[in-house]
């Protein structure tokens, strides 16, 4: 499957990198036939999401919609947002931030416990 | 933005295309700083949020049961149908991206016109929702209307302050019935689920109507022709943007509506 095709008798066609090439290098354009395929593959993927999350999985519904919701978004990124084809620099960015909000969730989730005696002995001396 | 150059200058000269400012050599570095840009404005977006994610998951992982419970009142219909117009749009302006790179100006126009109508759709919806919430006092704890009061005659007394639409015990307003059984000490878990739930959707609303002022300005710009398969930034960096707002969607869908 072809996922890029020039715009036609508007550049020379030895630029094979894309932007990556020097100046009046040609976009970088996805063909309609792999955003459709993206697209039903995401509606797809709610569909699922909607099914698995009306059945009782016994405690794996949350890792299961948050993996299908991390695939939907992977597919987000790499093919609608363009990183796949995109300077590796932008791609890092946004690896930073969602590192970043690991790393603010993980400590989060570490300290969770660790105040649950006093709030509960707070609560209990309550009128 | 294209005014740098003189409009007599030639295309391919010394000034350079019309649309190039002076402090860039190429259009090429020009459209890469752009891009950059808004990739780390994309990074301080993704923080912005994390904050009411983390919010969410302190909460959650202490009252599992809390939101298995409040997650019912929110309709996965809903959710869903909010969620494909979210993917059509992103699709639609990922086509709009194809169009302007290709030149391609009417279908450029429609792909952000049909983008802007989902937007629009999402809103809609989003009204629906949140209207019916506002009915049916199914609020944050400290709103006026909330069926989450934590004084114990609350529901009784706001049932007869608000008779026409509260009516307990009806079938106009089943979630008072629903919560009547509710200890004070429940109801206040319970409010603080709307709360995250009113913070997170209504924070991600407000970017979706951002969303739409951007899209209609592109749409205005290339409805006058202003871009080309040499220059379409705006509609690139419109693009990602919007895409952004569907990424975040996409987790709030089931980390809100599809709690068991």
């Known amino acids: ?127 | 933005m294209t005014s740098a150059a003189p409009a007599a200058a030639p295309a391919h000269g010394h000034h350079g295309p019309a649309h190039l400012q002076h402090h860039f050599e190429t259009s090429e570095q020009q459209f890469d700083a752009s891009k950059l840009g808004l990739w780390v404005f994309l990074l301080t977006e993704v923080l912005f949020f994390s904050a009411l994610f983390v919010a969410y998951t302190t909460y959650r992982s202490l009252h599992p049961e809390v939101f298995a419970y409040a997650s019912n009142f929110l309709d996965t219909k809903w959710g869903a149908i909010n969620t494909t117009v979210l993917l059509v749009s992103s699709f639609t302006v990922a086509w709009a991206v194809r169009n302007a790179q290709l030149g391609q100006r009417k279908l450029l126009i429609m792909n952000l016109a049909i983008t802007l109508l989902c937007a629009g759709g999402f809103m809609g919806i989003k009204y629906v929702e949140y209207s019916h919430k506002y009915h049916e006092g199914l609020l944050w704890g400290g709103a006026a209307h909330s069926i989450f009061k934590y004084e114990d005659n609350y529901i009784r007394d706001s049932v007869k302050a608000h008779s026409h639409a509260w009516n307990e015990g009806s079938p106009h307003n089943p979630a008072v019935a629903a919560v009547k059984d509710l200890t004070k000490e429940q109801r206040k878990e319970v409010s603080i689920f709307f709360a995250i739930y009113f913070c997170l959707t209504g924070l991600h609303g407000i970017h979706v109507m951002v969303g739409m002022i951007l899209l209609t300005w592109i749409l205005i710009r290339a409805a006058r022709g202003e871009f080309t398969p040499q220059f379409y930034t705006p509609v690139d960096l419109g693009a990602l943007y919007w895409h952004l707002v569907d990424l975040i969607w996409i987790f709030l869908f089931p980390l809100l509506y599809l709690i068991q």
Not at chain 1, 44 to 49: D, I, M, N, P
Not at chain 1, 86 to 96: T, W
Not at chain 1, 102 to 111: I, N, P, Q
């Open chain 1, 1 to 127: 499957m072809s996922h890029h095709d020039h715009p036609q008798g508007q550049h020379d066609k030895h630029e094979k990198h894309g932007h990556h090439a020097g100046h009046g290098a040609a976009p970088h354009v996805l063909s309609l036939r792999l955003l459709g395929t993206v697209l039903l593959v995401l509606l797809a993927l709610t569909g699922l999401t909607v099914y698995t999350g009306k059945r009782d999985l016994h405690g794996l519904d949350l890792g299961i919609a948050m993996i299908i919701a991390t695939c939907k978004a992977t597919l987000v990124c790499l093919i609608f947002m363009h990183l796949k084809w995109d300077r590796r620099f932008n791609a890092m960015i946004f690896l930073f931030a969602v590192m970043l909000l690991g790393l603010f969730l993980a400590f989060t989730t570490l300290d969770l416990g660790q105040y649950q005696p006093n709030v509960a002995a707070y609560r209990a001396a309550q009128p």
